[in-house]
């Protein structure tokens, strides 16, 4: 939630190095900021593709894939196996597709011969569209959605698609914070999908949030009074991405010299709470420009009631005259997880404040196949530690590629 910080930290000291324009050395070189992950990625010299997908109650979804490395050959792509990967709260996929390929997890696949897809939920940058709805940050209707509606309809919707466009038979999976969430909600809720899933990896994984420690807790108290406000005042969008005045503060004034640079490294560092030092500055006007993506009032909502309901993981609370006609009870049930039997990896830090220890290994009691359950060896570790920061590539990510590598070496045909 550091995020929330986002734009009044960025916001000023961005406008503080305007004052310096030009009064500096060059900038080093800064990667190109582009407005579109298909950009993104074939700027890194990849193939990118973008396909679409309608939900039953009408969102447009889109999903961006990768469906070979720089250097693939033709009758590689053609028994390439699928890789899923699940992006977080007001996140997209371009998350995943920042780079660079060399540290990046959706390059490394990609590279090691995988047919990396990675979709965008519903209310994104990238899905924010309907067939019949307005979409406006005010349009109640089109944002009335929270976590378990994107687990339950947008992601079994993904994997139908990408194993029929594919022809594979089942996928890898890799999500981070909310795409573990959600990837938990539906393995719970729909089991049959267990079926299509290889192997699961789990960065952060968001599920209890009874031992957590981060900035949402003292909001978590007054969820309902805060997004009660929110509406009342006509917004219904969470930390929307405002592309254009995003673009010309972030991917144009930092990008001027070494000095505007660095201040937006500092400020973008602050207001997510992670240290400079462990990013690649010459990415932060591009993270800049996509961070945050947008999503609805309903996910942070749902959020919030995980993380005070004393450690359950359960269903959205509708509270207690809803939840009889919804559920039959005055209190949402609990997934059940031990209908989770796909083979799940867990990847820990040791200070997260969203994914706490304590609640992975609570997970790790829940769940019936999990081969991984690691906190990282590295200290000060945070939950945006896991796609921003340089020993990722070492610590998470070339591990997974190992892993997959692995799990089909030993189930090939």
């Known amino acids: 939630m550091g995020l929330l910080n986002f734009w009044t930290i960025s916001f000023c000291l961005t406008m503080s190095s305007a004052i ?26 990849y193939p990118a593709e973008e396909h679409f997908v309608t939900t039953k109650d009408g969102y447009i979804l889109a999903l961006h894939r990768i469906p070979h490395g720089r250097q693939a050959r033709k009758d590689q792509q053609a028994r390439a196996i699928p890789v899923f990967l699940g992006h977080c709260l007001v996140g997209s996929s371009a998350m995943w597709a920042f780079g660079p390929p060399e540290y990046s997890l959706a390059y490394l696949l990609a590279d090691a011969g995988y047919d990396v897809w990675m979709p965008n939920i519903r209310g994104n940058t990238y899905s924010r569209n309907h067939t019949h709805l ?43 914070s909310m795409g573990t969430t959600q990837f938990l909600m539906l393995m719970a809720d729909k089991p049959e999908y267990n079926q299509k899933v290889r192997t699961a990896y ?27 406000t929110f509406r009342l005042f006509g917004f219904q969008e969470f930390l929307p991405n405002l592309y254009g005045l995003q673009s010309r503060l972030f991917g144009k004034m930092c990008r001027t010299t070494a000095l505007n640079l660095k201040i937006c490294t500092e400020a973008f560092a602050l207001s997510i ?31 919030a009631q995980l993380f005070r309901n004393g450690g359950k993981f359960t269903k959205f609370d509708y509270g207690t005259l809803s ?12 997934y059940d997880l031990s209908q989770v039997s796909a083979p799940v990896a867990f990847f820990v830090g ?34 945006l530690d896991f796609f921003l920061a340089h020993d990722a590539k070492e610590l998470v990510n070339e591990r997974i590629v190992h892993f997959i590598q692995d799990f089909d070496a030993a189930h090939s045909s």
């Open 20 to 45: 310096l324009l030009g009064e500096y050395e060059d900038p080093p070189n800064i990667r190109t900021v582009h407005h579109r992950v298909l950009n993104i990625i074939q700027d890194w010299g």
């Open 134 to 176: 307005d979409t406006c940050g005010s349009c109640s209707e089109f944002w009335d959605f929270n976590i378990e509606t994107s687990a339950l309809i947008d992601y079994p919707l993904f994997i139908d698609f990408i194993l029929e466009h594919t022809g594979a038979s089942d996928l890898h999976f890799a999500g981070y």
């Open 202 to 228: 789990l960065l952060g994984p968001t599920a209890f949030g009874g031992n957590a420690t981060n900035p949402m807790l003292p909001l978590a108290q007054h969820a309902e009074y805060i997004v009660g």
């Open 273 to 303: 709470g992670l240290s400079s030092d462990k990013m690649d500055s010459n990415l932060v006007p591009l993270y800049m420009t996509h961070m945050p993506a947008g999503g609805s009032l309903g996910q942070f909502h749902q959020y």
């Open 323 to 334: 939840n009889l006609v919804k559920y039959g009870s005055s209190e949402p049930p609990e």
């Open 350 to 383: 040791d200070n997260d404040g969203f994914a706490t220890k304590a609640d992975a290994d609570k997970l790790f009691d829940a769940l019936p196949n999990v081969f991984q359950n690691e906190l990282l060896p590295s200290e000060g570790w945070t939950h």
